[in-house]
């Protein structure tokens, strides 16, 4: 078998990455959730936050182990296509579709329970009926604050600053600077912006 490497430049990895239907049974595909799965383990049998972060350095996109921590139990189908900013922290049973693409900003917080979804199935019936599936990215900002058992949806972007209040479903992209609650998850006010006071 090829690779990692080899297999996340296979047509079925662009494919799943370009939003058309694809077949999540590709045999490229199911070899590369094997894999991570494999990976997984590791992170989530890690008898320290030390060697689950060193793990996790492993199988995510990009994460730096020297400043982010997540705790474990942790879930992901690809771990390739997660990548994370500097100081992310993430609580337990956190669970990352990454069918697309997964970027988190710098110093992002994210409660427990929490899941992102990159992988939709069709509205329409026949093409259901079938295996195919569909994705879109999932973008989070800087700064943001995701609330315990919180569901991102495929295709939205939460901006800079923004709180996304516990519980809340969130289908529509995020302004900065903005608290959003609720299912489906609207604005509930803009946050004012304060600079800590300096200490001596």
């Given amino acids: 078998m090829a690779d990692e490497t080899e297999l996340f430049e296979s047509d079925a ?3 799943m990455k370009s ?11 199911v070899e590369l959730r094997l894999r991570a799965r494999a990976k997984l383990a590791e992170v989530n049998r890690a008898e320290s936050g030390a060697d689950a972060m060193r793990a996790l350095k492993g199988l995510l996109g990009e994460f730096d182990a020297e400043s982010s921590y997540i705790e474990p139990p ?3 189908d690809y771990g390739r ?23 988190v900003g710098d110093e992002c917080k994210f409660g427990p329970g929490v899941h992102i979804y990159t992988v939709n199935h069709p ?6 009926r079938g295996r195919g599936e ?44 903005c608290l959003v609650a609720g299912n489906p998850a609207r604005i509930v006010r803009e946050l004012a912006h304060k600079v800590p006071a300096h200490r001596d």
């Fill in 13 to 15: 990895v662009r494919r």
């Fill in 81 to 103: 296509l997660i990548k994370l900013g500097r100081a992310v922290y993430m609580n337990f049973d956190c669970v990352l579709l990454d069918c697309n693409e997964i970027s």
């Fill in 123 to 128: 509205l329409e019936p026949e093409l259901r």
């Fill in 134 to 177: 569909l994705t879109k990215p999932v973008r989070i900002g800087r700064n943001v604050w995701i609330g315990g058992r919180a569901v991102i949806l495929p295709g939205v972007s939460i901006g800079d600053d923004a709180v996304v209040a516990a519980a809340a479903v969130v289908s529509r992209d995020v302004p900065s600077g």
């Fill in 19 to 29: 939003g058309e239907v694809y077949d999540p049974y590709a045999k490229e595909l």
């Fill in 74 to 76: 942790f879930r992901c």
